[in-house]
């Protein structure tokens, strides 16, 4: 079975502090995709990032930064110089490969809000 | 914007009742998920859709059923609403069956049982 963790219920800060979001994940699968995505108050979620497994390389887009780490089966996100837009709740989430479908597996989200 | 459309946005059913909710993908996607969230939790895997054929279903009873038409938009149903259907209901739209493609979310159709 697979499982995603976001330890973290609510994170609050203050407007251009960094603050970096946790992730684990367990699996017994060696193929698989990681997700991250943001929904705000709207509902819609709207997606981040996709990384496969195979590569542990790390990732930056603008003021957002991605650290893969398979040994200890963490995917975490890092938002530098937070702003107000950012306020939303994040989810991590797994989907397992060699199947006939994709089914996303989802954590339980992280309130981020960030205050002026 | 995902182009991924949900109808209607709001819902408020009574217990018992039955519900249809619809979900147009994005142009050039054949694949159509369903994911319940309730309130304060991550989206659940309801089923997926390919090729007017149900591929995929995560723990849901059979009164939670789906279509997929020629165009690729979809519908589900839910049968006997429970209070505990209470939840968003999320379309995501794929380019390939598997979900080896980013799945991308519609806004979603907010549903209350009374």
């Known amino acids: 079975a697979q499982k995603v963790t976001q330890a973290q219920t609510e994170i609050s800060v203050v407007e251009k502090e960094d603050v970096t979001l946790d992730c684990v994940y367990e699996t017994r699968d060696t193929t698989y995709y990681l997700f991250w995505y943001k929904q705000p108050p709207s509902g819609e979620l709207v997606f981040l990032i996709r990384r496969n497994s195979f590569d542990e390389q790390n990732e930056i887009s603008g003021r957002y930064s991605w650290n893969f780490q398979k040994s200890t089966s963490s995917f975490n996100f890092t938002i530098t110089a937070s702003q107000v837009v950012d306020s939303a709740v994040y989810f991590c989430a797994l989907l397992k490969l060699g199947t006939s479908y994709g089914k996303l597996t989802f954590g339980q989200g992280t309130i981020l809000t960030v205050h002026p | 914007e995902t182009g991924v459309t949900q109808s209607p946005t709001h819902l408020i059913k009574t217990r018992g009742q039955q519900v249809t909710l619809r979900c147009s993908s994005q142009s050039g996607h054949n694949t159509v998920s369903w994911y319940q969230q309730a309130l304060g939790q991550g989206p659940q895997f309801i089923f997926q859709y390919y090729r007017e054929e149900e591929n995929g279903r995560g723990n849901f009873p059979p009164r939670f059923s789906g279509l997929q038409f020629p165009n690729y938009s979809s519908e589900l149903n839910v049968n006997a609403l429970e209070l505990d259907d209470s939840a968003l209901y999320l379309c995501?739209?794929?380019?390939?069956?598997?979900?080896?493609?980013?799945?991308?979310f519609g806004p979603g159709t907010r549903l209350l049982v009374l």
């Open positions: 995501a739209s794929s380019h390939s069956l598997a979900g080896r493609e980013t799945q991308y």
